[in-house]
């Protein structure tokens, strides 16, 4: 009998992808179960049931899209963060999904217990840490039972203005799985011990993965966070205003809810954008304490306040009113834009650089702590807290730079909030929030669902913005970013 219980979420890509991740862990689960039985005893044994969560912000009518459907063929884990795609040592999650490939709706309406659905009974699989999942999407050209695509493909997006339906192109996600790594995992990884049950929660950040290229067509370029829950709702809560008008910052005001990683930088386990009334709501989470970090933009000339930051905030709690305050700058002044290159290569083959996806996000350093900072770049619309970008033969990017000699590349440019974030303690009585410093300094962190070498990278030493003396040029260069060994 397992009578303890315990709850994890793998939380910051895509809603109806995340149910995907959840369909895929709940097959990891069975398969795990099915891989070890008759060899391992079940002292050894933990159990895991799957849910799926994640806060629609691309969804009709704020978003273009009224669904985005994904299919899943199994899902896989490893206990080690690099292993590749054809290493040994995985375990299959979701053996049944080989011939009954799951179509899930990552969009789909969430229960009154936060989830958008639950992947059936508790499984047993080995207990350990498994630092690295898989989750493999069927082939766009798959032929599906039942299919709900109304172009026949195996993953598409319909659109909210003619409810017209257009593939969903993947990578190479169908053939070696979308990759969550240890980075984008509460605690850095999934663990399940003996005699436990661990309720499994997978935020695949939807909205933020889904890029219109050139071309006119979607692609998938996936975000996926995860971290533990409780089947007993649990919440954190609150709401943006104005700091000078005290009205709501609605629909501008991006909030996330983060936890320290092993390094002691503060990750993005989820993350939404504020209703119009300026509330929000994070459920589920796991039992333990969180930071609240928001930024935003002002809607009356543009201009992005300065981040506020609220510590310490345990589930069940309420911010309440979370107060940014007015820019002191100019709008064209409020921003810096964060500069650099992201390179990739294929030691193996130097000649023969290699394309991959990497996700960036900003961090900054505040009284001495590492936070990241929700973007708020001027292009709209824009349905997350970082920046995915694809190296490719350069010159790339703009301005276009030429690539090093032996890789594909990306120049990158992140906006973010000049003036210095606003933290405070919170407090049942109410949260004071101080400025330690006017102006912000800030690194980029980069983390690639590809294989390679390093696939967590940050441009430190961090960049300090200073007072402009003369015009503001609102430019900040950083270190680049070299994903070497790259498969």
């Keep these: 009998m397992m009578e303890h219980r315990k709850a994890v979420s793998l939380g910051p890509l895509f809603q109806p992808l995340l149910a995907l991740c959840c369909l895929a862990v709940a097959a990891l689960l069975v398969a795990a179960c099915s891989s070890v039985s008759g060899n391992v005893s079940t002292s050894g044994m933990g159990a895991v049931t799957t849910m799926i969560s994640d806060p629609a912000t691309c969804a009709t009518p704020n978003g273009p899209f009224s669904h985005v459907y994904v299919t899943i063929t199994d899902v896989k884990a490893h206990t080690s963060p690099n292993a590749g795609a054809n290493d040994g040592g995985w375990v299959d999650l979701t053996p049944s999904l080989a011939s009954a490939p799951k179509q899930v709706d990552l969009l789909g309406l969430a229960n009154n217990q936060c989830f958008l659905a639950s992947l059936g009974d508790a499984q047993q699989i080995q207990a350990g840490t498994y630092q690295q999942i898989r989750i493999i999407l069927a082939a766009d050209s798959t032929s599906i039972s039942s299919n709900v695509c109304g172009n026949g493909s195996a993953n598409c997006v319909e ?269 049942a009585s109410g949260t004071t929030l101080m400025q330690p410093a006017p102006l912000a300094t800030y690194a980029v962190d980069g983390i690639t669902t590809s294989t390679c070498t390093n696939v967590d990278l940050n441009s430190n030493p961090a960049v300090a913005l200073t007072p402009p003396s003369g015009p503001f040029t609102n430019e900040a260069i950083t270190p680049n970013l070299q994903f070497t060994g790259c498969q």
Aim: charged residues 10%.
């Design 159 to 427: 659109l909210s203005k003619d409810s017209s339906f257009h593939t969903l192109n993947l990578a190479s996600e169908d053939q070696t799985g979308i990759k969550i790594p240890p980075g984008q995992m509460a605690g850095g990884g999934l663990t399940d011990a003996a005699g436990k049950t661990t309720d499994l929660d997978i935020d695949f950040q939807t909205c933020q993965s889904i890029v219109q290229e050139g071309n006119g067509q979607y692609r998938l370029k996936p975000v996926l966070h995860a971290g533990e829950v409780s089947t007993v709702s649990a919440s954190i809560n609150g709401t943006v205003l104005d700091g000078s008008t005290g009205k709501p910052v609605a629909g501008t005001a991006w909030v996330a809810v983060e936890q320290k990683d092993s390094s002691g930088v503060d990750r993005v386990i989820q993350s939404t954008i504020a209703n119009p009334d300026g509330t929000f709501v994070f459920c589920p989470l796991a039992a333990g304490n969180y930071d609240v970090v928001v930024s935003g933009v002002r809607a009356s000339d543009g201009a992005l306040y300065p981040p506020s930051i609220i510590t310490g905030v345990a589930v069940g709690d309420t911010t309440g009113n979370i107060k940014l305050n007015p820019p002191l700058l100019a709008a064209a002044n409020s921003f810096a834009n964060l500069n650099g290159l992201v390179t990739s290569a294929n030691n193996a083959s130097p000649t023969a650089p290699i394309s991959i996806d990497v996700t960036l996000t900003a961090l900054a350093t505040v009284n001495s702590a590492i936070y990241t900072i929700p973007q708020q770049p001027a292009a709209t619309p824009f349905y997350g807290v970082s920046q995915v970008v694809t190296t490719g033969t350069g010159p790339v990017g703009t301005p276009p730079v030429a690539c090093p000699a032996g890789t594909d590349c990306i120049n990158y440019s992140l906006p973010v909030p000049s003036l210095g974030a606003y933290v405070g303690a919170w407090s």
